[in-house]
């Protein structure tokens, strides 16, 4: 089983919608992150979480937000889905931060019309 | 801000040719750094990583050196095969009390055989 699973892995949806992605983690990890990709842009960072009770805005979360609901559990909102919002969405663990290899999950595919 | 440039592609070579993608870094501190490899369909893997100057990443035949100096990553493999087509990104995590991978945008590689 992967260690990184993402739900769901596609999902299309109208403007204004509030959306839910799920990520969980089986690596006992305290840090985890959300992503988003868009082509030719590369990965940039959402939100990330040190633990449970730690939870900070990354490069670009405007019109996100995030609940950390366990140490294996961090889930991602779209309150009001916007098609700007398009994108490859990527959950990744890591044990330490800084130094540490961080996990990918294999990703949500959002379409918002 | 701490930033990532990378070689954009497409980068198209032969197989067994020599391969290099540039990657260049601004960071506050002393970042650690990366090369993280998308394959069609999934999410990214760690390749290899250094975390403190002249430090030398390998793996899988492909190498990199943390150069302080030029404030570079390069990566490089002297023979490339058609498995290693793929997407290759170049991250630094500054930490300093933030977390998070600051990404570049990605290098497609295709090997041609």
């Known amino acids: 089983d992967a260690d990184v699973t993402q739900t769901p892995r596609n999902r299309i949806t109208k403007t204004g919608k509030r959306i839910m992605l799920e990520c969980s983690q089986t690596?006992?990890?305290?840090?985890m992150y959300w992503y988003r990709q868009d082509p030719g842009l590369g990965l940039r960072l959402i939100y990330y979480?040190?633990?449970?009770?730690?939870?900070n805005k990354g490069e670009i979360s405007d019109g996100y937000s995030v609940s950390r609901q366990a140490q294996a559990k961090f889930s991602l909102s779209l309150e009001s889905a916007i098609p700007n919002q398009t994108a490859l969405y990527f959950c990744?663990?890591?044990?330490?931060?800084?130094?540490?290899?961080?996990?990918f999950g294999p990703g949500t595919r959002l379409t918002v019309l | 801000g701490n930033s990532v440039t990378q070689m954009e592609g497409p980068v198209t070579l032969s197989e067994e040719a020599f391969l290099t993608i540039n990657c260049t870094y601004t960071?506050?501190?002393?970042?650690?750094l990366f090369w993280y490899v998308q394959y069609p369909g999934e999410g990214l893997q760690l390749l290899l990583k250094?975390?403190?100057?002249?430090d030398k990443g390998s793996n899988k035949g492909f190498e990199a050196t943390y150069r302080k100096e030029t404030t570079s990553f390069h990566l490089e493999k002297g023979s490339v095969q058609v498995s290693d087509s793929a997407v290759y990104f170049c991250?630094?995590?500054?930490?300093?009390?933030?977390?998070?991978?600051?990404f570049g945008k990605g290098t497609h590689l295709i090997i041609q055989p």
């Open positions: 990744a663990t890591s044990e330490t931060g800084v130094g540490d290899t961080q996990y």
């Open positions: 690596k006992g990890h305290d840090r």
């Open positions: 979480s040190f633990d449970v009770k730690d939870i």
């Open positions: 960071a506050t501190g002393y970042p650690s």
């Open positions: 250094a975390t403190k100057a002249d």
């Open positions: 991250a630094q995590n500054s930490g300093g009390g933030a977390d998070g991978l600051t």
